[in-house]
């Protein structure tokens, strides 16, 4: 599995050993080896599903796979790739996902909602 940031994956792995915490970085684990044996275009929700039933991680939240999207995209050597896509996947209006993140390398968290007034 190409990690390209060593330091900050093994900091991750050591601070996450509760249940909660292991089973984002077991998830965030099985993804990279997911995308390391698939070379092509993905889909990152069936790919974070997939890893989740592969490690038998019970099914993560949101909010967890907000935080497997983040290991991912700082840790893999298609990360990046991953971290555009996952934005673009998890944009909730026109125009939003990457274009609308406002802070460079950013990951969107799906388990936040926006909610705005209308017209």
């Given amino acids: 599995m190409p990690i390209t940031n060593k330091k900050t994956w093994?900091?991750?792995?050591?601070?996450?050993?509760?249940?909660?915490?292991?089973?984002?970085?077991?998830?965030?684990?099985?993804?990279m080896k997911i995308l390391d044996d698939n070379p092509g275009d993905f889909d990152t929700h069936k790919i974070v599903c997939q890893a989740d039933k592969e490690v038998k991680a019970g099914g993560i939240t949101g909010f967890m796979a907000g935080c497997v999207a983040q290991m991912v995209s700082k840790c893999h050597s298609r990360g990046e790739e991953f971290r555009r896509k996952w934005n673009n996947d998890n944009s909730i209006q026109d125009g939003g996902g990457e274009k609308a993140n406002k802070k460079k390398g950013a990951v969107i968290n799906p388990a936040l909602i926006t909610i705005s007034k209308r017209k």
């Fill in 10 to 31: 093994t900091a991750w792995e050591k601070a996450n050993d509760d249940p909660y915490g292991k089973a984002c970085v077991d998830v965030a684990r099985q993804v």
